[in-house]
T-cell receptor, first 115, second 112 residues
Framework: DGGITQSPKYLFRKEGQNVTLSCEQN?????MYWYRQDPGQGLRLIYYSQIVNDFQKGDIAEGYSVSREKKESFPLTVTSAQKNPTAFYLC??????????????FGPGTRLLVL | GDSVTQMEGPVTLSEEAFLTINCTYTATGYPSLFWYVQYPGEGLQLLLK?????DKGSNKGFEATYRKETTSFHLEKGSVQVSDSAVYFC???????????FGKGTTLSVSS
């Protein structure tokens, strides 16, 4: 089955700790995205990547980092600089490529909680 | 910049009632418009989309028409079911190569 997988489903972070959220897709999509979802705030863009080895900051990139070494993978690291990381994190990819009409497909999400 | 405004929820309906969720947008040019649905604890699923003015997107009994003159993309369904209870997001993409811009979401609750 083609799709987007995110792991883990739940992640706990201790004070001062960096944690990495995994996102993998087997849809052969070029573009991938990370969003953060907070109650009543909709989705806010953290980072996106249109092609391997290239990525751009979104609206709320501070305290986060990403890499795009492979087309299939777009991991997100939540660093200790992110002071309010508790949220639901959604990864997405889109096809065809970066066209205006392209549909974004979403993974099941990772819920990050702070201990 | 581009933006999407949705009616605030929650929207509470009885089964078989008519549903409208309003969505208006601000964008330069001719954006593509989307409706996504999110069930509790899950990611978002595309419900329907429209890519040019006067297009009507439809899926699973839901419909939305791209109205350039009123910059709107309202979601409608003639007869809702309990299983339609979810959060609905309106979104746009104004230019190629950019990410979607989402509204804040509207929670729909349908009771039997």
């Amino acid at each position: 089955d083609g799709g987007i997988t995110q792991s883990p489903k739940y992640l706990f972070r201790k004070e001062g700790q960096n944690v990495t959220l995994s996102c993998e897709q087997n849809l052969n999509h070029d573009a991938m995205y990370w969003y953060r979802q907070d109650p009543g705030q909709g989705l806010r863009l953290i980072y996106y990547s249109q092609i391997v080895n290239d990525f751009q900051k979104g609206d709320i990139a501070e305290g986060y980092s990403v890499s795009r070494e492979k087309k299939e993978s777009f991991p997100l690291t939540v660093t200790s600089a992110q002071k309010n990381p508790t949220a639901f994190y959604l990864c997405a990819s889109s096809s065809p490529g970066t066209a205006k009409e392209a549909t974004q497909y979403f993974g099941p999400g990772t819920r990050l909680l702070v201990l | 910049g581009d933006s999407v405004t949705q009616m605030e929820g929650p929207v509470t309906l009885s089964e078989e009632a008519f549903l409208t969720i309003n969505c208006t947008y601000t964008a330069t040019g001719y954006p593509s418009l989307f409706w996504y649905v999110q069930y509790p604890g899950e990611g978002l699923q595309l419900l329907l989309k429209a890519t040019k003015a006067d297009d009507k997107g439809s899926n699973k009994g839901f419909e939305a028409t791209y109205r350039k003159e009123t910059t709107s993309f309202h979601l409608e369904k003639g007869s809702v079911q309990v299983s339609d209870s979810a959060v609905y997001f309106c979104a746009l993409r104004g230019q190629a190569g950019t990410a979607l811009i989402f509204g804040k979401g509207t929670t729909l609750s349908v009771s039997s």
